[in-house]
């Protein structure tokens, strides 16, 4: 098979990945933070959404309409983070879940625009592969100049003690609501290219399964580093299309894996402090 061949048959799945990286990275800098936020999916349909009306709508460019896609996430995200990231733990989880919930009745209500249940059918298709590119490669260098710096090391010092790191002066409500923030606009612009990869949005795209998708991505990849969330992506999106050949059984088989990976890699595939201590005894064994 040549090079157009394949993109002719995977062109999608390749695209796909992309945007579920960008999905994973989005909850990955809310789990940098310590912060165990699931509202992802509804943020990204907020930035599908926000996106697809305005090219459908409103007839505007299309770099507008991913700019949207990404400021209205964002701006929602200021809004409910002022009372919800005071919350922690599986009390944040629920919060962000129920929220998400408000955001897809309100889309299945807003039918005149939204196209309630329906959906929104015959979005225009402007996401090429370079577009995705692009996107994942910014992100990944933000996130990355974000890791190493000052805002980088309070994330750490907030995930693993948010009093302690109170005391040592971080603004811990700050670094939370910013993480929080940025990780919604990172949401809102997978979805609004998502948007426009796919020709069709409908609610039940961006509810729990989704989130529950997204999260299980950054986890199973690894949150110890920025691999981690794209290495999750890739599994999640390519192992169902890899397993098409098992028929009836591929979910079956699909589940099976996923267990097995968490069972015996609890820290993820891309546990950087595994890979030290693997090398450890390898170079003790030379000296």
């Avoid at 933070?33 to 305005?54: D, E, K, P, Q, S």
């Avoid at 919350?87 to 299945?108: D, H, K, N, P, Q």
Wanted: hydrophobic content about 60%; glycine content about 12%; charged content about 10%.
């Amino acid at each position: 098979m040549d090079l157009q061949n394949f993109w002719d048959v995977y062109g999608n799945l390749v695209l796909t990945l992309g945007t579920n990286a960008l999905l994973a990275l989005s909850i990955w800098l809310t789990l940098a933070c310590g912060m165990l936020a699931v509202a992802n999916a509804a943020f990204m349909g907020i930035g599908a959404y926000t996106a697809a009306l305005l090219t459908m709508k409103c007839g505007a460019p299309f770099a507008l309409s991913l700019a949207a896609g990404i400021i209205m996430p964002a701006l929602i995200a200021v809004i409910i983070g002022l009372p919800v990231i005071r919350l922690s733990g599986v009390y944040l989880a629920m919060a962000t879940l129920a929220f998400g919930e408000v955001v897809r009745v309100f889309i299945l209500n807003a039918e005149s625009w939204t196209g309630g249940a329906m959906g929104l059918n015959g979005i225009p298709q402007y996401t090429q592969w370079w577009h995705v590119l692009l996107a994942v490669v910014l992100v990944l260098l933000a996130l990355w100049r974000v890791r190493a710096s000052k805002i980088g090391r309070a994330f750490d010092a907030i995930r693993g003690d948010e009093t302690a790191a109170s005391l040592m002066g971080v603004d811990v409500r700050t670094r939370k609501m910013q993480a929080f923030v940025a990780g919604a606009a990172i949401a809102g612009l997978a979805g609004a290219l998502n948007a426009h990869l796919t020709f069709f949005i409908s609610p039940g795209e961006f509810g729990f399964d989704k989130g529950v998708e997204i999260l299980t991505m950054a986890i199973l990849g690894g949150t110890g580093g920025l691999a981690g969330p794209i290495l999750g992506a890739g599994i999640i999106t390519v192992l169902p299309e890899a397993l098409r050949g098992l028929a009836d059984y591929r979910l079956m088989v699909n589940g099976v894996i996923l267990v097995l990976i968490v069972l015996f890699l609890p820290q993820g595939i891309w546990d950087p402090a595994r890979f030290k201590r693997w090398l450890v005894p390898k170079k003790a064994a030379h000296a």
